[in-house]
C-alpha cells in the first residue's frame, strides 16, 4: 500500500513496481521508457484493463433506427521500474534525471511541453 498517491506500487506482470504513470498512451510509453532505461531504470510494462462501461439502456427500436456502437477504448498501459524507491516527483524536484543529450529533466520536458530540457537554476540559486 502506497503512503501517499505519489508514491504507488503494485505487481506488474509478477514483479514487484513503482507506478510511474498509469493509463498511458502508447506515445508516452515509448518516451517515458526511453527516458528511464536511459537513467538505468529497468521498466515494465502491463496492459491496462479497459474502463468499465454502464450498459446502454434499452430503448425501443424501429426499422428507421440505427443503433451505434461505443468506440472501442484506446489500449493504454500502466508504466513502472521494478526500484520500488522510484518517486517520479522526488526524481524531477531532486534534479535525479538526465536527458539524452546531458540536460537535466524539468517538469516541462518530463509532461512533454518542451522538446529540449532547458537547464534551470534552482531558485534557491538564483543570486539576482
Not at 44 to 55: D, G, H, N, R, T
Not at 92 to 109: E, N, Q, S
Request: charged share 25%; net charge negative.
Amino acid at each position: 500500500m502506497a503512503i501517499n498517491k505519489n508514491h504507488e506500487f503494485e505487481d506488474l506482470n509478477g514483479i514487484k513496481c513503482a507506478v510511474v504513470e498509469k493509463n498511458v498512451a502508447k506515445e508516452r510509453v515509448d518516451f517515458l521508457k526511453q527516458l528511464l532505461e536511459f537513467n538505468k531504470y529497468t521498466v515494465v510494462l502491463q496492459v491496462s484493463p479497459p474502463p468499465k462501461v454502464a450498459p446502454a439502456p434499452v430503448a425501443e427500436t424501429s426499422a428507421d433506427t440505427i443503433i451505434e456502437m461505443p468506440a472501442p477504448a484506446p489500449e493504454t498501459f500502466t508504466l513502472g521500474v521494478t526500484d520500488v524507491m522510484f518517486n517520479a516527483v522526488n526524481a524531477i524536484f531532486g534534479r535525479l534525471l538526465k536527458t539524452p543529450d546531458g540536460h537535466i529533466v524539468t517538469l516541462a520536458y518530463w509532461n512533454q511541453k518542451e522538446r529540449v530540457a532547458k537547464d534551470e537554476i534552482p531558485y534557491f540559486e538564483n543570486k539576482a
